[in-house]
């Protein structure tokens, strides 16, 4: 199995895509949300994939930059289901709000002769809180994160040998999570920004996290290895560095700060 991080910044980032990745296992692939525009469809076709490869989605929330990417994946799908090169069946999960969302969006956005293969072809899943579904023929578990601004689910999914890996969105991490997260063998966190620089970037009024506060959560729910994501985009260059720096000394697992199209083992 791996991961491929399609996008790790966040919503207003300039320099890299916003978060989205693909989990992968024996050629099934599930796309996990799709940034915030068709720059998705670069950054599948520069991953090695194409949109026909997504065989299934998970959207954790209706914001911008985690919707609308999904869009121009679906638009896509049609398009090659009209040219008669693809006719496999999608399925696309998120709670109630989003998958509604969604559709309305297509409907609205499309052309009739797109939505007729949308309709036969892309089939739509709510998924409620606690709720276990078959994805890349594995059980995951979706969890409402009780989020604060926007209703968002993350998901945990069982690896092979008892092993497990978790995503607990965007936002801090929010006690509700512990009975899905403690113990993961891989934790998905977001990291607005280094803590050093909470003052520059504002992380707490946003709502989100610092490296130093997404690797103690890590390091107290006994998590083996962290995957850091949704930051900051002002020091690409330096920041796998700095952000290392900065959370090792909370965290004692194994610490990735991965870049756009990085591409990790879940077998480590």
Known sequence: MKITMLGTGHAMVTECYNTCF??????????????????????????GFHCTDMHEIFITHKHVDHLMGIIWIIRTLSQQMAKGNFSEEIHV???????????????????????????QYIHFHTVQNHETRRILDRNVTFFDIQSTKEKQFGFTMELDNHKKLTCCGDEPFNPCEKQYAENSTW????????????????PYEKHHSTVKDACQTAEELGVQNLILYHTE????????????????????????????????SLSE
Do not use: M, W
């Open 22 to 47: 693909i989990i992968s296992d024996h050629n099934r692939n599930f796309l996990v949300d799709g940034g915030g525009g068709n720059t998705i469809l670069r950054q599948i076709k520069y991953a």
């Open 233 to 264: 985009d002002t020091n690409l260059k330096n920041r796998k560095q700095l952000y290392t720096e900065e959370g090792s000394p909370y965290f004692h697992g194994k610490l990735y700060i991965p870049d756009d199209l990085e591409v990790i």
């Open 187 to 202: 934790l998905l966190h977001e990291a607005f920004c280094l803590y050093a620089q909470a003052d520059i970037f504002s």
């Open 93 to 119: 999960y998120g709670h109630e709000q989003v998958i509604t969302l969604v559709q309305d969006l297509l409907e609205k956005l499309l052309l009739k002769k797109q939505l007729k293969y949308i309709h």
